[in-house]
């Protein structure tokens, strides 16, 4: 099978060249994600629906440019409080703030927020330029997963996550099954409400952009409340074009943690659903486990912020191949997208591979020229995004807590999100301190209802028959690496040291 269509890619170079107006909406998108990923309580996928209506009066092209342009900027501009405050912009950046915040606290905060910007350009540009060689065999893997196969692969994602915790796996692996059943509270798909306890705001479950801020915002600000300021060191508070830069090149000093967040980054972007919620996360456990000083990380290690950032850029990528070639959104960002699609009467999916091929490859033409412009525009903006840090904490704090409530507010449009930020900012406080996993929570809870569904699907298939499995090889496949995951270590370790005593 031909990987690339020579004549199509030649005609997309030629629209895209041919039309500078394609251009024009590129800026704009890009400073819209920037600004929205990088205030916490936004989201880039709100940013695309917001601006939706606008794309009515684009043709199709130009709409898909201008929407892909806001995702491109949202993805890096969610590391952005990440790492200055501790609150991931969005849940791709979750893995980001784990060894971002920590370098910020510690007078680095330009390398930081440079190292996030090398590594998620370099993400977005390799993620699609593997989509312009992959698109077609990937459309025709993903066809392959079905429900058992998305059951496994969440609960695989769960037990990586769960690993996080080091020594308290257990407790990782209880804190993701919290995160699970959260997931799980409101109306079923057959309309069997639970969990609620009789309160109302449940009825469409917990809102979890809320909760997610209320868990990450909460042990920090208690923590920060005796703080004056952010960074204490006065002389360490400087934002500075040049560490920005020379956190820029650093961040190609790993390029093996950058191919590899990269590949885990297309690969798990192109599950829908799952996408660079997940795929940060495995990106930073992977390169944890393969370090030398896995102790370093949490700490203010740079691999981590590389391994996180590389990944969730690239699952933009990803998504954007399960929605071109299945016409299946990844996620809230590519949802927007196939409703552009529909307001152009476009359908996605194989039969738009086939017939519109050029539009697809002047897509990813685009997104090549979009990467050069997020350096610059990031490099102009970091220095007003960054000057945060010069905000004392008297003002900081209550601000912050405003804003994420409000924010809040704003996604679910009464007092569920509010109240979500409040009782898990207890809960995330009651995690921390007790060493239970915080993250492996909040991915429970976002892939709570994904799990129940595919379970659900997966039993009415087989009828209850667990000898289903044997039947699905990659299920099988998936199930294995899910035991080497929780065990592979411990049976390594244990074979070194009998090897080792028999000498």
């Known amino acids: 099978m031909d990987l690339i269509d020579i004549a199509s890619a030649s005609e997309a170079l030629s629209l895209l060249f ?8 590129v800026i704009p998108g890009i400073m819209i994600g920037l600004f929205f990923g990088a205030t916490p309580g936004l989201q880039t996928s709100m940013a695309m629906a917001i601006f939706l209506p606008m794309t009515l009066y684009m043709d199709f092209l130009q709409a898909m440019l201008f929407l892909t342009a806001i995702f491109t900027g949202g993805g890096f501009g969610a590391g952005v409080p990440a790492i200055l405050m501790n609150i991931p912009g969005t849940s791709s950046a979750i893995a980001t703030a784990f060894d971002g915040y920590p370098m910020a606290r510690n007078g680095k905060h330009n390398e930081a927020l440079g190292l996030a910007l090398g590594s998620s350009t370099f993400g977005v540009l390799l993620g699609y330029v593997l989509l312009f060689f992959l698109i077609k065999p990937m459309s025709g893997f993903v066809l392959k997963l079905g429900p058992s196969e998305m059951f496994m692969v969440i609960l695989w994602g769960l037990t990586l996550i769960a690993s996080l915790t080091g020594k308290h796996i257990i407790k990782g692996l209880i804190a993701g099954l919290f995160g699970l059943l959260i997931g799980t509270i ?22 979890v952009i809320p909760a997610m801020m209320g868990m ?12 004056e ?8 508070r400087k934002v500075r074009i040049s560490y920005i830069m020379k956190g820029f090149k650093q961040a190609f000093k790993y390029p093996a943690i950058l191919i590899r967040g990269s ?14 919620s997940v795929s940060n996360l495995l990106s930073y456990i992977e390169t944890k486990r393969r ?6 990380y949490g700490k203010g290690n740079p691999k981590g912020v590389v391994a996180s950032e590389s ?9 954007m191949a399960t929605l071109l070639a299945l016409g299946i959104p990844g996620g809230g960002a590519t949802a927007v997208m196939l409703a552009a699609f529909a307001m152009h009467n476009i359908t996605g999916g194989p039969q ?35 000057s945060i840090i010069k905000v004392k904490m008297t003002y900081l704090v209550p601000s912050v807590l405003v804003l994420a409530t409000a924010g809040a507010f704003g996604l679910t449009g009464n007092m569920a999100g509010p109240t979500a930020v409040l009782v898990f900012a207890i809960i995330g406080w009651l995690f921390r301190r007790y060493n239970f996993s915080v993250p492996a929570t909040v991915i429970g809870m976002l892939l709570g209802k994904m799990a129940e569904s595919n379970l659900v699907q997966t039993l009415q298939i087989s009828g209850g028959d667990i000898s289903y499995i044997f039947e699905r090889p990659i299920t099988l496949v998936i199930l294995a690496l899910l035991v080497l995951s929780l065990f592979g270590s411990t049976i390594i370790e244990k074979f070194t040291k009998n090897k080792l005593s028999s000498k």
């Open 18 to 25: 041919s039309q500078p107006e394609y251009w024009l909406v």
């Open 186 to 207: 409101g109306f079923s798909e057959v309309g069997v409400m639970r969990g609620t306890m009789n309160i109302e705001l449940l009825a469409d479950g917990v809102p």
């Open 216 to 227: 990450f915002a909460a042990s920090e600000l208690f923590k920060l409340v005796n703080s």
């Open 229 to 236: 300021f952010l960074v204490e060191d006065e002389s360490q």
């Open 263 to 276: 590949f885990i980054g297309v690969i798990i972007g192109a599950v829908p659903g799952v996408g660079s």
């Open 291 to 296: 370090d030398k000083d896995p102790d370093s």
């Open 311 to 319: 990944a969730n850029s690239t699952s933009e990528a990803g998504s």
């Open 352 to 386: 738009f591979i086939r017939e519109e091929m050029d539009i697809v490859y002047a897509i990813i033409f685009a997104n090549f020229g979009q990467v050069f412009l997020l350096i610059a525009l990031g490099l102009i903006l970091i220095p007003i995004l960054a």
